[in-house]
């Protein structure tokens, strides 16, 4: 059976690909959208959601993580929901990340209750994509792993995220900050904190100073003077609301927006991670030690390593008519205005990238997407790709 091509086709349904949905009501667009086929595809079950499922506080205020929905648009729904209402109420203060990844939960149903309205609009659930495949007509397929074709359509959105980095050469007994912070490394973490061994955190980022947040929370009663080593290869940066601010404290900025030149408010330590940081530095936590990466510290050695040393894209080949692939799988480079650059850096036409795991074109290393926040896809990013969809 010949399918027909939907207007647009989301590969991934998380955090970021809620964007597409949120601003196109924005725009009151929503409804041409679903009308013209927009199909929505991610391997989760329907119920299940695990996209900022960390036990620790969010890295935004609350409010970041509603501002992309309209009030009075027609996915206006989860702003009243019990979880809509404490992000309002908080809205200018991190809350739990757990609470907010509950709201984008909620949201995402809402998205997918909405489709059903609309014969060519679909959620389709358990839908794992193996690669998107390009045609001669330009036609987007996205194909299970039998090469068969599960959507087809006009133009493709990637956001598919990240996932977490081990690094080269890992030391047996690494987890990752991402298990850490999801509590699925609770029995390792326990018996290094219980038997003494020295505990080495590799990074120095918002998600490994969560992580030693989250040691010293839960085992911080047994662990002894130096067993949490902070091993960091790069100054670590420490969140600022402005210029002069970082000036005035003497600490390393954090990185300046390109666009705006704003300074980077996702960026950097902040909250309890920068609290954190300072009671290390002035000696009040006695428990962690910082390092420089390859030094050497005295005490027993490391038998556990935690490497927080960020995200690089999940793959997913987009490959041409011809079956090669347009660029490298595991480095997809987006534009400012949400396009996804094929070889010699040329927009590839009708397809988009938004979330964790893209980065700039002026990024030296993959993964190097400081922009990466909620509001960020929701606002300005969703809201350029929509515009030219
Ligand atoms: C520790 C940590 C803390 C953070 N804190 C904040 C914060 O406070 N505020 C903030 O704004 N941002 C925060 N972020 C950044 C970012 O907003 C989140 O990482 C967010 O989850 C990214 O959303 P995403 O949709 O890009 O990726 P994901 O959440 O990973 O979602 C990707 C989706 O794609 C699906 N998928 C993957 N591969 C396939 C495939 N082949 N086929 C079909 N479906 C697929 C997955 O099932 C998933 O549903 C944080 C990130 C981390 C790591």
């Keep these: ?47 299940e959601w695990r996209s900022l499922d960390y036990d620790i506080p969010s890295n935004s205020a609350a409010g970041d993580f509603l501002g992309g929905l309209a009030p009075d648009g027609r ?12 992000l309002m109420d908080n809205s200018d203060r991190p809350v739990p990340l757990r609470l907010a990844a ?44 039998r090469r068969r074709t599960l959507a087809l359509s006009r133009s493709a959105v990637i956001a598919v995220g990240a996932r977490p980095r081990t690094g080269h050469g890992t030391p047996p007994r690494t987890v990752t900050s991402e298990g850490v912070l999801r509590r ?26 969560s992580a030693v947040g989250l040691l010293l929370r839960e085992w911080g009663r047994e662990l002894r003077p130096g067993q949490i ?6 100054r670590v940066l420490v969140h600022h609301p402005s210029r002069q601010a970082a000036h005035a404290s003497g600490t390393a900025v954090a990185t300046v927006d390109p666009e705006t030149g704003e300074i980077n408010r996702f960026a950097g330590l902040r909250g309890e991670s920068e609290e954190l940081y300072h009671a290390v530095l002035r000696g009040a936590e006695p ?35 011809d079956g090669l692939a347009l660029y490298p799988p595991d480095r997809v480079t987006v ?55």
């Design 184 to 209: 699925e490394c609770d029995a390792v973490c326990a018996e290094a904190a219980g038997t003494g061994a020295a505990i080495r955190v590799l990074g120095g980022s918002h998600s490994a100073f």
């Design 287 to 321: 428990r962690v030690r910082l390092l420089r990466h390859g030094e050497r510290a005295p005490g027993p050695v490391p038998r556990l390593t935690i490497a927080a040393i960020g995200y690089r894209a999940r793959r997913l080949p987009v490959l041409g008519p």
């Design 335 to 389: 534009d400012s205005d949400g396009r996804v650059l094929g070889h010699e850096g040329r927009p590839v036409p009708g397809l988009f990238g938004i979330g964790l795991g893209h980065c700039g074109p002026e990024s030296t290393a993959a993964g190097d997407y400081p922009m990466a926040a909620v509001n960020i896809f929701h606002g300005r990013v969703a809201s350029r790709i929509v515009a030219q969809l």
């Design 102 to 145: 509950r709201f984008l939960a909620r949201t995402a149903r809402e998205v997918a209750d909405y489709t059903v309205r609309f014969n060519r609009a679909h959620a389709l659930f358990s839908t794992p994509v193996d690669h998107l495949y390009v045609d001669r007509d330009g036609l987007f397929h996205s194909r299970d792993a």
């Design 75 to 86: 996915l206006r729904a989860p702003l009243h929901s019990a979880e809509g209402r404490t």
């Design 1 to 47: 059976m010949q399918l027909s091509a939907a207007r647009l086709q989301v590969v991934g349904f998380g955090p970021a690909a809620l964007g597409i949905p949120v601003a196109a009501d924005r725009a009151d667009v929503v409804d041409d959208l679903m009308r013209d086929g927009c199909v929505f595809l991610d391997r989760r079950a329907r119920d």
């Design 229 to 234: 080593r902070v091993e960091t290869r790069s």
